[in-house]
């Protein structure tokens, strides 16, 4: 407080004094540790504070509950009146629970809560999350403001807490797009690459010149005193190489339309998992850029002139290497989760055509791979590229996003119409309703991510 106040209540007193007046005396004597008690809480009300952000997942299906905890400590002797927490959270997911109230910031909400906490006292309050939009989800900052009990003073401390919350892009069966759920793609007339498992062995047989001594059973030789060699189970596996059209570019009438983008994202990560889930080998590429927003900022160089440009610039290619969505084809779980968060992870960004990613990727291409495309621009340079790549023994398909459907056939390429707005609608909201996932994408890391800070 203003010290004019503090002389005016010794004024008072020293009145009171001298006048020997009770009522003067008490009124100076009330003013002064009114004033006190108020520079006390403006003081320390903030220290010994602690604020704890946790949640129950840090990765979530999409359309998945998670619970949101804010947990408030006051470690010190001076109890807190009042205290106010706004958490910047995203605007795209839903938040229930108690004495909820959000308001607007940006692209973002604040999540209002209001405490009132004793000496070491800990609070904890729980907030269910709808998990309905794909994405990289950033919570925080946060400000927290707190005061006297009187309400003549507060103070406020930002924090910068952010956390990330990843969701999962939407994945449902195929036959939801309209495709058969065998052979969607084709008589898998492609030539097959027969392989040997080395961990199933279904027998032995005669050891033959040029086996590998790993081949050797050597039990089955002891026993039969003759070398014996192991026979390996034949395993055959398909390819499915999937090119993923992110259209960035501005159109004069729509701009970009975030609805055909997620059904695409929504039928990409739908058909790896069924790929996946047949046995195929899948990759996925596309021409754009992962959301890493936890990397941060360009961190700084210390050189100066040239040798802070090409820092800059070497730093620069390393993020960009990092942000690629470049993954070669492999039929594991670890392929179904790195697939999962690349698409999770898409961005608009305007970078190269899906014409040069094709035509850069389509010599790297394994032997007899299927190759499909989705995108919701079909142009002619893109049917000349897959015309080059069915030229050099590949499968093609395009699965076509848009409201009006294209022919069956261009150019000698499968077209399959997956639908446009309409359909992404009804998808999210179906599910939405649901709030479970129809299509599991393997095992998740389910650990809590808290995030403790204190003032």
């Known amino acids: ?3 004019q106040w503090y002389y005016l209540c010794i004024a008072i007193i020293i009145v009171g004094l001298l006048l020997r007046q009770p009522l003067l005396l008490v009124v100076g004597l009330l003013g002064a540790l009114v004033l006190l008690a108020t520079d006390t809480w403006a003081k320390y009300c903030l220290q010994d504070l ?29 109890p807190l009146p ?54 990289v989800h950033t919570f925080g900052p946060t400000v927290v403001r707190s005061g006297d009990v009187f309400g003549f003073l507060d103070r406020q401390e930002s924090l910068s807490n952010r956390q990330y919350l990843l969701v999962y892009p939407l994945v449902v069966p195929i ?34 010149y040029g086996d590998d001594l790993r081949r050797v059973h050597w039990k089955a030789t002891a026993r039969m005193m003759q ?68 990397m941060g900022m360009l961190p700084p160089t210390h050189q100066e002139g040239e040798e802070k440009e090409q820092a800059l610039e070497a730093v620069v290619a390393d993020q960009l290497k990092r942000r690629r969505i470049h993954l070669p084809p492999a039929s594991n779980e670890e392929q179904r989760k790195r697939i999962m968060e690349v698409l999770a992870r898409i961005q608009s960004y ?22 499909v495309v989705v995108t919701s621009t079909v142009s002619d340079p893109l049917l000349d590229s897959l015309a080059r790549v069915k030229q050099s023994g590949h499968a093609v398909t395009i699965l076509y996003i848009g409201d009006a459907p294209l022919a069956a056939r261009l150019a000698g390429v499968t077209v399959y119409h997956m639908g446009g707005e309409e359909t992404w609608k009804e998808l999210h909201a179906g599910f939405s309703q649901v709030g479970t996932g129809l299509v599991t994408t393997g095992e998740q890391t389910r650990q809590p991510a808290p995030a403790s800070f204190s003032l």
């Open 1 to 3: 407080m203003k010290k």
């Open 50 to 78: 602690r604020y704890q952000r946790q949640f129950s997942e840090q990765r979530v299906l999409f359309g998945e509950e998670i619970t949101l905890s804010l947990s408030v400590e006051n470690a010190k002797l001076l």
């Open 82 to 135: 009042w205290l106010e927490i706004e958490d910047s959270v995203p605007r795209t997911l839903t938040f229930t629970g108690p004495q909820l109230r959000v308001g607007t910031a940006s692209n973002m909400v604040v999540l209002e809560s209001l405490f009132s906490l004793r000496w070491y006292e800990r609070v904890t309050r729980p907030y269910t999350v709808l998990c309905n939009a794909r994405g």
């Open 175 to 208: 036959t939801r797009f309209g495709l058969p759920s065998r052979h969607p793609f084709g008589d898998n007339r492609a030539p097959r690459r027969l392989l040997e498992d080395p961990s199933r062995v279904i027998g032995v047989r005669d050891y033959m």
């Open 227 to 294: 070398l014996q060699s192991k026979v390996y189970q034949p395993t055959t596996t398909y390819t499915l190489v999937l090119f993923l059209n992110v259209v960035s570019q501005l159109d004069a009438w729509y701009g970009i339309r975030p609805e055909l983008q997620e059904l695409a994202i929504c039928a990409t990560a739908s058909v790896a998992d069924w790929a996946l889930n047949e046995g195929f080998a899948v990759g996925l590429y596309a021409n754009t850029m992962m959301y890493m927003p936890e």
């Open 350 to 371: 305007f970078g190269s055509s899906i014409e040069d990613l094709i035509q850069v990727e389509r010599v790297r291409l394994p032997a007899g791979a299927t190759v």
